[in-house]
């Protein structure tokens, strides 16, 4: 095929491309916030949320993070928050992981005053975009009632968004959620044998 039939393929195949996006964002009539879960066991959930709080902040908008499960080590994230954006609504559950404490009660109790927090804001209408990160967990060790956690995500103020992260999560919150993604696992350099890096895995 040489270069003209190329170029008139690709203007072709181009032009279809844009009709169907155009009709795509003619059908979005519904102006309201959005319920987000990333999943998978996958690398990159906690960072795809960050990500998008960066793009909030970017916009001025006010941001709440809660993070479950971690919070004994430093992250880049938090350091980075405290630093530039203190403004940002920051709370961690500060057990780290639930292999490390090996404390169901304790876990427990650090879950329920974490979720304090995350309910608060979840009914704060002052806040656009809330992110609760490895709340899935919670779900998956029965830490917190499963009800609750839906229906705080689906009784939020209408024009926030909240980000839910961590693996599984189940049926019931998959449901309840307007995006699902999942980050799937196809090679991981931890498996290798290669350490955390700083920058990159926290």
């Excluded at 809660?66 to 609504?89: C, N, T």
């Excluded at 959620?177 to 696992?185: C, G, L, N």
Aim: hydrophobic fraction near 40%.
């Amino acid at each position: 095929m040489n270069e003209s039939r190329k170029n008139t393929k690709h203007a072709s195949a181009m032009k279809k491309q844009k009709e169907q996006v155009d009709a795509s964002i003619e059908k979005a009539t519904v102006e309201r916030g959005i319920a987000v879960l990333l999943t998978g066991n996958g690398k990159g959930k906690s960072s795809s949320a960050f990500g998008m709080v960066m793009r909030a902040l970017g916009y001025g908008q006010t941001v709440g993070v809660v993070q479950f499960i971690k919070g004994v080590i430093l992250s880049g994230e938090e350091l980075y928050l405290r630093e530039h954006h203190p403004d940002v609504k920051f709370y961690q559950m500060g057990t780290g992981f639930t292999w490390d404490t090996q404390d169901r009660s304790s876990d427990i109790a650090a879950a329920e005053r974490t979720w304090a927090v995350a309910r608060d804001l979840l009914q704060d209408p002052s806040v656009d975009l809330v992110v609760l990160d490895e709340l899935t967990y919670m779900i998956a060790f029965d830490y917190l009632p499963e009800a609750d956690i839906l229906k705080a995500i689906t009784e939020r103020p209408v024009e926030q968004s909240v980000i839910v992260t961590g693996r599984g999560g189940g049926k019931a919150l998959q449901d309840c959620m307007d995006t699902v993604s999942e980050v799937k696992d196809i090679k991981h350099a931890f498996a290798a044998g290669v350490t955390a890096r700083r920058g990159v895995d926290f």
